[in-house]
């Protein structure tokens, strides 16, 4: 199957479009007219084909892309303003969204496959923070990405999480604090992206990414990747005692025993994904 960047959509089009290239699942932002702004729509469709794949063995990756020039500007602004004629004046459905979008965000790092982002333009806000949720990306030399929440009143509160677990807090604060645009160069130096490539080769190049993680054993890929983000939020002494008992269970994972054999004698590793 290709691999290029979705057509336009008609207006038929469903507003998440998915593919499999290989053993990769393709999401992609399907609302470039809307700038894939997160509608609640949009999360609860992201959110569900997390799930979705999140039980399928057969697909060992995830790459989330968009449809258009912009990868997503965040939450629909105009969706949120016609609630304020709401009793509470939208209160109620403003905080649902929140959650929702806060549900659909730790979905992705709690998803037991790698998911990588392959951002093609400008990725602002909750878009900003579906980039920092991932766990790899990749962005185009004409991307950028902004929390500009702070310009219209609104602080980005809720994306604030995922940027300050991605960058550093200086640099961080600046981003929350300005709202000023940061380029995709910028991005990469301060750790919100992984690599930057020539526009229009970001897709592929994140596909690739995926598909160099998915030749590993997708046992020990999950069980990774759940430790990496435990660890975080611990101290020093606890996440090395946590780790301790991660590598402890790992060594007596079969994928391990073979691993380990197919190193000292000099083959390619079979795994069993257990």
Avoid at 83 to 93: E, K, L, Q, V, Y
Avoid at 156 to 175: F, H, I, W, Y
Avoid at 216 to 241: C, H, I, N, P, W
């Amino acid at each position: 199957m290709s691999t290029q960047a979705a057509r336009a959509p008609s207006p038929h089009q469903p507003i998440l479009l998915r593919e499999m290239v290989g053993t990769i699942a393709v999401l992609t932002l399907n609302r470039p007219a809307a700038r894939n702004s997160l509608s609640t729509a949009m999360i609860a469709s992201l959110h569900a084909e997390l799930n979705d794949i999140g039980g399928d063995k057969a697909i060992r990756g995830v790459v989330l892309a968009a449809n258009g020039p912009a990868f997503s500007a965040g939450h629909d602004m105009k969706e949120l303003t016609a609630r304020r004629t709401d009793p509470d004046r939208g209160r109620a459905f403003f905080a649902e969204t929140m959650n929702a979008c806060s549900a659909m965000m730790q979905a992705i790092v709690h998803l037991p496959k790698p998911v990588v982002a392959a951002v093609q333009g400008i990725a602002t806000a909750a878009g900003c923070q579906l980039v920092a949720s991932c766990d790899l990306a990749i962005a185009s030399d004409a991307a950028s990405f902004a929390t500009p929440g702070v310009d219209i009143g609104l602080f980005c509160s809720t994306p604030m999480v995922a940027l300050s677990r991605n960058v550093p807090r200086k640099q961080a604060m600046e981003m929350l604090l300005t709202g000023e645009p940061v380029a995709a160069a910028r991005a990469r130096e301060i750790g919100l992206v992984n690599r930057v490539v020539a526009a229009g080769a970001e897709r592929d190049a994140a596909i690739a990414l995926a598909q160099q993680v998915a030749l590993k054993s997708a046992y020990t890929v999950k069980l990774g990747k759940e430790a990496f983000y435990r660890q975080a939020e611990m101290s020093l002494a606890d996440a090395y005692r946590y780790a301790a008992e991660v590598m402890t269970e790992n060594m007596m994972a079969r994928d391990a025993e073979e691993g380990i054999g197919a190193f000292i004698e000099k083959r390619v590793p079979t795994w069993r994904d257990e």
